[in-house]
């Protein structure tokens, strides 16, 4: 029986193992930690949302001519089939698909499970520091704790990126994959939160409200990235939220190169054009005897409405009309462009993903690397993320599944 190792006891990495022994491979993890599946019970807020129905390889960042070869081998009903079939009840909230049970040590107990059946093993509290190719194509293990005796026909490397370093995945992985010769595209965090530098924000801590936001580059913002619309959230120290995760790693690509990112918040998202126009000249209309905040009253959180008189120069006790039709009209179109300027993106202890990795040129289709055939890739090591909402678990599922098929058949071939 053909021996397979898996660098890394993560989502991806007991995909690639599950698939490997399904395949009569006899499959050893190898994982940091004291068990395996530290990060999932930390997704989707515990509940794990571990795919979507609502799919596209444009939700992803990465090579999407080859990712579209990826995910018609392992697709996201495949995924459904996969945990199904191994006993979980699926929820479908709107296409985000969860555990029935919404908790991540539901899925984590599934995977558990089905590498125990279907005969793979683990080394846990176990650090690989090294893969040593022997001759006839064979590899070698090495740990801290010294050579491994043990020879493979396959390694299968799922160690995760850079992102959550505290449940394993530290970017050591990527020291394994230099070591065989692949390069590694600049790495940042994703799925993160934003720091800005303006000082408002401060008094919005806590906030939580619908909003329109568009992330731009350019000193004053002359060019517009991407444009996202969901729950925004204030922090004292600028925003989060899932339209801020979905362009957080295009923000940190701009730093990274030197260059300025700023983000516009449409405070008012529902009113465009002629409705907003209408919604100001009735306001306008009816301010009477009215305070700027009683005229405010209702228009946005409490916080926000008294941060924008703020903002604008007057005080919450000014009486409304006397600043006018014009100066009114103003202050309410303060509410659908209101810019932050970002200095950072929180670091990868905060962030749910890792962009950049592994170069998608240095794989084959069936994820094996150019650069030391016998050696594949899984998960977070390359360089492919997706949005928020399941898919870089998706992207685990796939990649792990492709992996461990190929590792498995090498072993075949060679047979």
Request: glycine residues 12%; hydrophobic residues 40%.
């Amino acid at each position: 029986m053909g021996k397979i190792a898996v660098i890394g006891g993560g989502a991806a990495g007991m995909m690639a193992a599950i698939t490997a022994a399904r395949l009569g491979a006899e499959v050893t993890i190898y994982e940091r930690n004291d068990r395996v599946g530290k990060k999932i019970l930390s997704t989707g807020n515990g509940k794990c949302n571990f795919s979507n129905r609502d799919f596209s390889v444009e939700y992803y960042y990465g090579d999407k001519e080859k990712l579209e070869k990826y995910f018609h081998q392992f697709s996201v009903e495949d995924a459904v089939a996969f945990f199904t079939g191994a006993g979980m009840l699926v929820r479908d909230k709107g296409g985000y698909l969860y555990p029935w049970s919404e908790q991540a040590s539901t899925v984590l107990d599934v995977l558990r499970l089905e590498v125990e059946r279907s005969g793979g093993k683990s080394e846990l509290s176990t650090e690989v520091k090294g893969i040593k190719q022997n001759g006839g194509g064979r590899f070698t293990i090495l740990t801290l704790e010294g050579e491994k005796k043990k020879t493979y026909d396959a390694v299968v490397l799922a160690c995760g990126g850079c992102a959550a370093p505290r449940t394993g995945s530290d970017g050591s992985g990527f020291a394994l994959a230099k070591s065989l010769g692949h390069h590694v595209m600049p790495t940042v965090p994703a799925l993160v939160q934003l720091r800005c530098k303006d000082s408002f924000l401060k008094a919005l801590a806590g906030v939580r409200c619908q909003a329109r936001l568009a992330l731009y580059s350019g000193k004053k913002g002359e060019k517009m990235i991407q444009e996202e619309e969901g729950e925004l959230q204030f922090t004292d120290y600028g925003i989060s939220g899932i339209p801020v995760f979905q362009f957080s790693r295009q923000a940190a690509y701009l730093l990274k190169n030197g260059e300025n990112a700023l983000v516009s918040i449409d405070l008012l998202p529902q009113f465009d054009g002629p409705a907003f126009e209408k919604l100001c000249a009735k306001r306008a209309e009816g301010v009477g005897n009215k305070t700027l905040e009683e005229f405010l009253l209702g228009v946005a959180n409490k916080k926000v409405n008294l941060m924008m008189i703020k903002e604008e120069g007057y005080k919450p006790g000014e009486m409304a009309k006397k600043l006018g039709t014009e100066r009114l009209k103003k202050l309410l179109y303060s509410y659908k462009k209101l810019w932050v300027h970002i200095t950072a993106v929180n670091s990868f202890d905060c962030a749910q993903a890792t962009a950049g990795g592994i170069d998608m040129k240095e794989v084959t289709d069936e994820l094996e690397s150019v650069k030391m055939p016998g050696v594949f890739l899984a998960g977070e090591m390359l360089d492919v993320d997706g949005r928020c909402g399941g898919y870089n678990l998706q992207w685990a599922w796939t990649s792990g599944y492709i992996a461990g098929r190929g590792a498995a058949q090498r072993i075949f071939d060679r047979a």
